[in-house]
């Protein structure tokens, strides 16, 4: 680690405490003078790690693309429908009785079918085409997806448990009076997609494949040049992508119930994207707790003021005001330029 | 090969490659090696002349394969790895079999560490951790200066190590030849001796043989055994590398030790070739 890492680090450890404060005490002041307003330090830390467990979950669905993005340059505008056609297919499974663990397990071997599909059908005929054709592609695959799922598995709207608590919580009791509220299903979710980017950072830098990913996604030539099969780099990419894409859909679908709107949820990938960097795993995870938390805190303290709910455009703004400073992202992958 | 060149050479060493009139064209339209032979002993450095664009880099992607990804096509002649036809093959089976390029500008992995980038080129052998790990330790004692870098992200070393990175990484293949792009680019005369000098030790030492394209003919004629000039996608001169250095127009085109003020080789040597292509 060098000094710069451990820079970043510690500008991470002092801005963010600082912003939130600033936002806190920010609100603390609207409120004051304006009676509409309610602000309680309780409360906003409440809709703050509400936010925060909702972003984890944004977090996954944009750790797809990224998957995807830094291998092979592709915006998969598919992994939405890949999210609702997981959700479908292990939801198809345990209602033919299996247990949940054996439904993913399958849905995690069918998911791979689907990787290897797409790589023979769509990628390798297209491979050297220009980039913008191979998204085209990707167009065809939702709508392909979408529509093979719900004639596989039927399109009403079906529910997905899997056991997750959904009791809320408190906790912090001696802190605040009468403690916080947490959703323990968000927890969970939580706890789950930190499981998820856990395993993919070793994956990615303790293996072979995950090295051989890494080369791939620098310099595919030179990877190619030492023997590296892109062919087989892009099936391992678009599995991870679709077990990636099937736990999105488990945590998502246990939640709202799978149904068509699963796809739209990559729509809030983006701002995520936009903010994170295309290329970078963490970038995925940060951007999805600013784009989650950020959004909750807009609705319900500057939600009122605006008269209205702003949920659904305020990420989309923040997005694009940060495009303005720095379209690379946040972490987007630095051009590392010799002096 | 004539009477007299088999009297110089009594004991004719087998051949690991040969590659026999091959014509390339890119995007279905661009004739770019217009039949292009040329032969490596095994155990041997054989050089690959010429000025820009006349087609060393096509030639070594011909054979590494590489030409399928840029869209060019080899339509005519065939290429021999130790006596098999590999036209068809992917650079993967390719280095599978023993033949890996390091291509012109070094192209090494720059987010990743010099390191992690060595152990890419150990991506094709099935031998296990504890062999990788000791050709690793053989590549740090040709490079020592890659050990002292084996940290640091192959983006921010100096071009000198980024070469030696991309030979090393080739070196990790176990490779039995090697095809090497340009590796003088860019670099100071010292460094471009130092580079010379580990490739005629690995020669001599591991037996890899070499295949290494080159506009600093000065360099590669003193390090190569033999040599080919190619000109506009032809081969237009070939000979033992010694001979090569002492031939007039060699010395005048490619030397730079001019005399008089002829433009191009090919305004003197025509009758060379056209004696050459119709023999
Ligand atoms: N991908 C490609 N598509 C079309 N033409 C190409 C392509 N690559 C190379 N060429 C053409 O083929 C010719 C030979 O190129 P090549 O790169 O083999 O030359 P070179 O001898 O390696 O030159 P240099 O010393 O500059 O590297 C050039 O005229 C070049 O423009
Ligand atoms: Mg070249």
Known sequence: MNASAIRNIGGWAIGVPLVIALLGFAFQGLASFNSSFFFAWPYFIEVLIAGLLQGVMYSLVALGFVLIFKASGIFNFAQGSMVLFAALTMVGFIEMGLHWTIAFAITAVVMALVAVGIERLVLRPLVNQPHIILFMSTIGIFYFLDGFGQTLWGSDIKVLDIGIPKTPMFVGKGMFEGGLLINSFDLVAAFVGAALVIALAVFFHYTRIGRAL?????????AMSIGIPLKTIWVVVWTAAGVVALVAGIMWGSKAGVQFSLALIALKALPVLILGGFTSIPGAIVGGLIIGSSEQLAEVFLGPLFGGAIQDWFAYMLALVFLLFRPQGLFGEKIIERI | MTEAAAALNPAPSKLILTVNNIEVIYDHVILVLKGVSLEVP??????????????????????????????????????????????????????????????????????????????????????????????????????????????????????????????????????????????????????????????????????????????????????????????????????????????????????????????????????????????
């Open chain 1, 214 to 222: 890494r080369a791939v996604a620098d310099d595919h030539q030179a």
């Open chain 2, 42 to 279: 095994e155990g041997g450095i054989v050089a690959l002349l010429g000025a820009n664009g006349a087609g060393k880099s096509t030639t070594l992607k011909s054979i590494s394969n590489l030409l399928r990804a840029e869209r060019g096509e080899v339509t005519k002649g065939s290429i021999h790895f130790e006596g098999n036809q590999v036209d068809r093959l992917t650079p993967n089976d390719l280095v599978k079999q023993g033949v890996v390029q390091v291509m012109e500008g070094r192209h090494c992995f720059e987010h990743l560490t010099i390191e992690d980038n060595l152990l890419t080129g150990a991506y094709t052998r099935k031998d296990g951790r504890t062999a990788v790990q000791q050709d690793l330790d053989m590549v740090y004692n040709y490079f020592p200066r890659l050990r002292e870098r084996r940290l640091s992200l192959a983006g921010y070393t100096s071009g000198g190590e980024q070469q030696m990175c991309a030979i090393g990484r080739a070196l990790m293949s176990r490779p039995k030849m090697i095809l090497l792009d340009e590796p003088s680019m860019g670099l100071a005369p010292q460094l471009v001796e130092e580079i010379f000098e580990i490739v005629k030790k690995l020669n001599e030492t591991e037996g890899v043989s070499f295949l290494l394209a080159e506009q600093n003919t000065n360099v590669a004629l003193r390090y190569a055994d033999y040599g080919y000039i190619l000109e506009n996608g032809r081969v237009v001169l070939d000979g033992e590398a010694a001979t090569l250095r002492d031939n007039e127009d060699v010395k005048e085109f490619y030397l730079g030790v001019s005399s008089a003020g002829r433009k191009s080789f090919r305004d003197v040597k025509h009758y060379k070739r056209r004696k050459r292509w119709l023999a």
